[in-house]
């Protein structure tokens, strides 16, 4: 990268800065889904956001995402849906959901083999970002 020049790999790397503060993983806070947009000046060009979808940026990964019209919902970052859902009952909220989407439980799975099995869970995570990459590199095709 060029001094000064400021990409969406540079803002992934600030939103995982644990040292800094911006990343928190611990004392009962963990920061939510992070995301980055890119916005081109030229108003012909798609805006490209990124999103984590999963909590602690520094083990997720950016999954690059454009809204176009007639656009349906990926299942896997739905949340679930209940018929007695506790939320819509009156007293509300007197029992809970697991209100967890398909990706969300996958990525918690995952942080729990990394936590477990380091060496596994860091080839996990390179492949990972090896996928984050392969966006970034997607993005930077369309935009040119």
Known sequence: HLPGHITAETLMGILRDK?????????????AGSMVSVLPRD????CVHFFTATPDPSRSVFKPFIFVAGLKPVPQVKSPTFRDDPAKQIPRFQSTVDRRHELY??????LEL???????????LQ???GLE???LEGMDALLR
Do not use: N
């Open 43 to 46: 108003p012909t060009l798609p």
């Open 105 to 110: 439980r996958r990525h918690q799975a995952a």
């Open 127 to 129: 492949m990972l970002r």
């Open 19 to 31: 040292a800094s503060g911006i990343c928190v993983d611990s004392e009962g806070f963990r920061t």
């Open 114 to 124: 990394m936590e477990r099995d380091q060496e596994r869970g860091q080839k996990l």
């Open 133 to 135: 990459k392969q966006g």
